[in-house]
């Protein structure tokens, strides 16, 4: 059924109740009856309360499928490692992309790693280990967003590499974005922060890395879009639900999504699939 509703009021609703865009926003993304119509019902059938993490990770079982989902991609001559991961010659898992032993950049992730969570000790004046994952996370992403400016610095792989789409390995990303000299786009910042948190979370928490995905999103606007997660609800008074990481969109998007809960089951984005060290999954 074809939910219908004056504009104007569909707007002021979608705004109001979910908090989930400004008037600007939403004008410049909902041109037409449909996409409000669509922005609706997507928005009413994720609109879920969560009691617990149990209780979001019952729910996220049940609306994932497990699966090996495999990416093809071309790959620029400047990857150190092309042979290895040449594009579309073979399909590669996408959880490969990840890093978590870190024994391909002889641990460099790993003291970067160190370095962000020495950094956000200082900060709050706070030893690590009395910090909860949700706050290592939320400080740590912050720092990321600082000090590397993905939504400043953005770059399409066809003006970064000449190709349409590269999704690069961690070797790689380290070496043109460590010293922030190098330029990404969104799928590029998901996996290098990706790399980063993990192994924040390996270090402190190693329990709780199953919380930490990557996910691809479509947009209303219906572009596909890539980004980190993070299931939230270390203190339930604090919301729980699934956080979008954003990067490359705009720096303040992360803060007001973390701070306003807006999860990523309330329809901003629609879920695609994802993956983290452990498992791969598509959205059903």
Sequence with gaps: MVIKMDKIKLKNWFIKKLNGYTSDEYDSIASNIKMQNSLLRLAKDHN????NLDDLKK??????????????????????????????????????????????????????????????????????DSLSADDIIFLIQQNLIVDFNPAGKYMTDNSNHGVTDVWE?????????????????????MLFFHNILAECMAIVYPNELWRLNCCIIELPTRVRHAINIWFKGDDVRYGVGVIPLETTMSPDYFRYDWNNNIFLTKGRYKIIHGFNNLNEWKWI
Excluded at 86 to 115: I, S, V
Aim: hydrophobic fraction near 30%; aromatic fraction near 16%.
């Design 59 to 128: 729910f996220w079982d049940e609306r994932t499928n497990k699966e090996i989902i495999k990416y093809s991609a071309a790959l620029t001559r400047k990857h150190p490692t092309r042979d290895e991961w040449m594009f579309p010659k073979y399909a590669r898992p996408m959880h490969e992309y990840l890093l978590y032993d870190d024994k391909f950049t002889e641990g460099k992730y790993q003291e970067l790693a160190q370095h962000y969570l020495d950094k956000i000790e200082t900060q709050v004046g706070m030893d690590i």
């Design 48 to 51: 879920h309360y969560f009691a």
């Design 169 to 189: 390995s961690p070797q790689y990303l380290f070496e043109t974005l460590e010293q922030n000299e190098g330029a990404n786009d969104c799928d590029g910042y």
